[in-house]
Nanobody, 125 residues
């Protein structure tokens, strides 16, 4: 089992930045990691993912060039740096872990077995 705890969410004005962190505990051996988000009334959607080594990353088109995913395996943490935030980025952001093909950055929710509780990000216009 892997436990994931997100932090760093909050309220920010459009154009601002936030840095989300995800701390993993438990059986934290090789996992690919991802960030997803869910806005009210919408389905959960992919944001960014990173392979176990950090050598492979993937981003949703809507966040490319603005968000950066990174990880520190010595600290069992994954971060999401979010710049140039827009009101449409408002959502609950979830961290997820995948033991399926950890050398791959996965963009499908079905690949992820473990999920955090989420952290709210609100971007005001």
């Amino acid at each position: 089992q892997v436990q994931l705890v997100e932090s760093g969410g909050g309220l920010v004005q459009a154009g601002g930045s936030l840095r989300l962190s995800c701390a993993a505990s438990g059986r934290t051996f090789s996992y690919a990691m991802g960030w997803f988000r869910q806005a009210p009334g919408k389905e959960r959607e992919f944001v960014a993912a990173i392979s176990w080594s950090g050598g492979s990353t993937k981003y949703a088109d809507s966040v490319k060039g603005r968000f950066t995913i990174s990880r520190d395996n010595t600290k069992n943490t994954v971060n999401l740096q979010m710049n140039s935030l827009k009101p449409e980025d408002t959502a609950v952001y979830y961290c997820a872990a995948s033991s399926w093909a950890p050398s791959t950055a996965h963009d499908r929710t079905a690949r992820y077995a473990y999920w955090g509780q989420g952290t709210q990000v609100t971007v005001s216009s």
